[in-house]
């Protein structure tokens, strides 16, 4: 009987099943960031940086001098005392930083949105797979005649599962439950 460790490419104690969904998730990753647009890449890198302390420190430095220099701290001749140029240079910096983190956001729930549509799937194809074993398994049992094979909560489990129904009864749920609150 060959272990994992024994084959080649498998770390020990991962499945070759595990090792195969992984690269496939790697590999889709950089599917989509290949085929990203040059937009989406620019607002990604826009947010990467606006994230990072080294835009902090930028602001800090760049604020600072601008603030100390106008406050009239140092003996040099003030070009915004009243400030209104670098509160228009911030807003206008708030009004793009904002639009680039949006525009991440967006894209960054659509791929959550996907992710989740996944589990979804593969959720409801283990249940339907279980479904299907614990039918077989409780017909074996009553070929054996084993007496769990007649209890009524493995009849009910032996059920497919409509998503639809499970969908509306939390929906239902959900509605007494907050006009209840």
């Known amino acids: ?18 090792e195969r969904n992984i690269k496939a998730l790697l590999d889709r990753r950089q599917k989509d960031a290949a085929n990203k647009s040059w937009q989406d890449k620019m607002a990604d890198a826009v947010t990467r940086f606006t994230g990072s302390m080294t835009f902090v420190i930028i602001h800090l430095l760049l604020f600072g001098t601008w603030i100390l220099w106008n406050a009239k701290i140092f003996p040099v001749k003030p070009f915004d005392p009243s400030f209104v140029v670098l509160a228009m240079f911030a807003s206008v910096e708030a009004i793009f930083l904002s639009t680039f983190v949006l525009i991440s956001q967006n894209r960054m729930a659509a791929l959550a949105d996907k992710r989740a549509d996944l589990d979804l799937q593969v959720s409801l194809l283990a249940e339907h797979e279980i479904t299907r074993l614990i039918t077989l398994v409780t017909e074996i049992a009553r070929k054996m005649d084993i007496e769990e094979a007649h209890d009524p909560e493995i009849t009910e489990l032996a059920q497919d599962v409509h998503p639809e129904k499970v969908l509306d009864t939390m929906e239902e749920n959900e509605e007494k439950y907050s006009k209840e609150n």
């Open 1 to 18: 009987m060959n272990s994992d460790k024994n084959q080649p490419g498998i770390k020990s104690g991962m499945a070759q099943i595990v």
